[in-house]
Antibody, heavy 120, light 107 residues
Framework: QAQVVQSGAEVKKPGASVKVSCKAS????????MHWVRQAPGQRPEWMGW????????KSSPKFQDRVTITRDTSASTAYMELGSLTSEDTAVYYC??????????????WGQGTLVTVS | EIVLTQSPATLSLSPGEGATLSCRAS??????LAWYQQKPGQAPRLLIY???NRATGVPARFSGGGSGTAFTLTISSLEPEDFAVYYC?????????FGGGTKVEIK
């Protein structure tokens, strides 16, 4: 069955960058999109961006456009999200979530377990 | 950006009762709306997509309705495992957005 497993928790200093990985298994990686969603404590989920794992196209939310880089390694069936210029407001759980299709405007059918990023 | 507003913020109900949750969009999203369930310490789980379609493995007591700007999630008879936070999500336009959530708690 399809599954996505994320890298472990991170603690970063303000101004640093963080890179979170998301390894997919149980499905054809390049046939779906991968999205990144974050959730600060007690807040609603917030969509950050997407990558078409097949052709590598990406799109990010305007809120993060200058700071986020989403990539993938098809040989490793792994997607990555790097967020730079961290502040305390970036403290959150970061999720990768597989799309229902390869496309940007999509639903999220399979979620990773979440990666807690603490900026302090 | 499309803003999704959920109501009520909290629903206090007993097992066996029915629940109706509301999600309103700031502009039409057609039927491109989903519902997710989230329990403490867990990732969200897709329940309903395209407003009315149950995701794989979702029990029939969950149903979705609506189109345009007004949507509902109905739980016909609450089971103990249904007490959680529910979020709506639109895929009609970029950036994708979520509602603020409705917490269904045990009365």
């Amino acid at each position: 069955q399809a599954q996505v497993v994320q890298s472990g928790a991170e603690v970063k200093k303000p101004g640093a960058s963080v890179k979170v990985s998301c390894k997919a298994s149980g499905y054809a990686f390049t046939k779906y999109g991968m999205h990144w969603v974050r959730q600060a404590p007690g807040q609603r989920p917030e969509w950050m961006g997407w990558i078409n794992a097949g052709n590598g196209d990406t799109k990010s939310s305007p809120k993060f456009q200058d700071r986020v880089t989403i990539t993938r390694d098809t040989s490793a069936s792994t997607a990555y999200m790097e967020l730079g210029s961290l502040t305390s407001e970036d403290t959150a759980v970061y999720y990768c979530a597989r799309g229902h299709s390869p496309f940007l405007r999509d639903y999220f059918t399979h979620w990773g377990q979440g990666t807690l990023v603490t900026v302090s | 950006e499309i803003v999704l507003t959920q109501s009520p913020a909290t629903l206090s109900l007993s097992p066996g009762e029915g629940a109706t949750l509301s999600c309103r969009a700031s502009q039409s999203v057609s039927n491109f709306l989903a519902w997710y369930q989230q329990k403490p310490g867990q990732a969200p789980r897709l329940l309903i997509y395209d407003a009315v379609n149950r995701a794989t493995g979702v029990p029939a007591r969950f149903s979705g309705g609506g189109s345009g700007t007004a949507f509902t999630l109905t739980i016909s008879s609450l089971e103990p495992e249904d007490f959680a936070v529910y979020y709506c999500h639109q895929r009609s336009d970029w950036p994708l957005t979520f509602g603020g959530g409705t917490k269904v708690e045990i009365k």
